[in-house]
Structure formats: C-alpha cells, structure tokens
C-alpha cells in the first residue's frame, strides 16, 4: 500500500464545476496536509495546508481534512481553465521530519 | 530573491560523469530539502538540512549522491558516475524552521537532469 494514495485522473470537469480531488494515507500520527498544484514542466506550487480535522477555506479552495477516515480532500469551486493541472496530496510527519507525496491527480477544466 | 532558485535549470551530461547541482532557499528559512520527481510521479523526498548539518540523508539513493550547505544557506546536490536511471528532476524546496506542524515547503524551479 502507497503511503499517500490519489486517484491519477484525469480528472475533468466542465469549467464553473466544482473539482473534487481525494487523498488517503497511512500513517496515523501523520499531522500536517498540503495541496501543491503543479503545471506542466513547472515545480509544485503550495495552495492549501490543513492541520484540523475540519474544512478551511481560502478563496475558491476548500480542503478538508478527517484523521479518524486518514482522508483529506481539496474542492476547488467555479473551476475555470487555469486550474488544468496536476494536484499533489503531501503529508507530513514532524516527528520524523518526513514528507510524503502522492503521485498527484491530473484535473482539466474544460471551457 | 523572494523565492528559492535552483541551478541549472537544465543540465545533460553523459553516463559516468559528475555533476552538481545548487540550491538557493528563501532568505531567513533554516531548513532545506531536495527533491527528486519522475514523469508522473510526486516528488521523492532525498535529504533534508536544518541549518548546516544533514538532519535527514536517508532517501539518498546511494553513495553516489551527497549534498552539502556548508553556510547554512546555499547548498549543492552532488552525483557522481552519473547513470541514466539518475535522469529526472531534481527539486529543492525551503521552509521556516523545518520543524512542528506548520512545515510549509516552498519549491525551486527545479533542475532538469538528462545522462546520456
């Protein structure tokens, strides 16, 4: 089992849609979350981090994160073509100093 | 600068070579990582400074890569024989402090490496 699982894609939706990315992982006492978004032939860029159980909202993403399921999600809503890209779950575990990715979900918004 | 940089952005060298790539992190963050991504892959975590000392080297693939950040600063991802299989992109991202939750890594461009 991958330690941060995602779904490849692609994924695609219509533009104004809501995108729904997922991202499970294994370890338990994992206890920081975070969204990358990247582009093509570009490097990660940092979106979203989540530290609570819950949903935290910044602009049109929302992540939201569940520790007892080991699930945490990003929706992007009114998704507009600028969104194309590959989005990367990375967990962290501070105790020891790890940083783990998932191989990403690929997303095409579709004018 | 206001990001990190990375050096070169593209090198190819030839199987059996050495090369060596530099990372430059964003002013004020102690802790610094590289990365290594293949084509549809996420990022592979390789090593992790916190200020001039290795705190982490455990994801180097083998003895033929070693980094240095000899200030505390800069720092230089260095592969010796080069084999194809190194081919891919190497990242190094920076952060704050590197510790507790709130470790929020910011990425390079990244250098794109070919052995040929």
């Known amino acids: 089992q991958k330690e941060v699982e995602q779904n490849s894609g692609p994924l695609s939706v219509p533009e104004g849609a809501i995108a729904s990315l997922n991202c499970t992982y294994s370890d338990r006492v994992s206890q920081s979350f975070f969204w990358y978004r990247q582009y093509s032939g570009k490097s990660p860029e940092l979106i979203m981090s989540i530290y609570s159980n819950g949903d935290k909202e910044d602009g049109r993403f929302t992540a939201q994160l569940n520790k007892a399921s080991q699930y945490v999600s990003l929706l992007i809503r009114d998704s507009q073509p600028s969104d194309s890209a590959t989005y990367l779950c990375?967990?962290?575990?501070?105790?020891?100093?790890?940083?783990?990715f998932g191989a990403g979900t690929r997303l095409t918004v579709k004018p | 600068g206001a990001g990190v940089s990375q050096t070169p952005s593209n090198k190819v060298t030839e199987k059996g070579k050495y090369v060596e790539l530099r990372c430059d992190p964003i002013?004020?963050?102690?802790?610094l990582y590289w990365y290594r991504q293949s084509l549809g892959q996420g990022p592979e975590f390789l090593i992790y400074?916190?200020?001039?000392?290795?705190?982490?080297d455990s994801g180097l693939p083998n003895d033929r890569f070693f980094a240095v950040r000899p200030e505390g600063s800069v720092s230089t991802l260095k592969i010796q024989r080069t084999e194809r299989g190194d081919s891919a992109v190497y990242l190094c991202a920076s952060s704050l402090t590197g510790t507790g939750f709130y470790n929020e890594q910011f990425f390079g461009p990244g250098t794109r490496l070919t052995v040929l």
């Open positions: 002013s004020g963050h102690t802790a």
């Open positions: 990375a967990v962290w575990t501070y105790n020891n100093n790890d940083m783990r």
């Open positions: 400074f916190q200020g001039t000392g290795a705190a982490d």
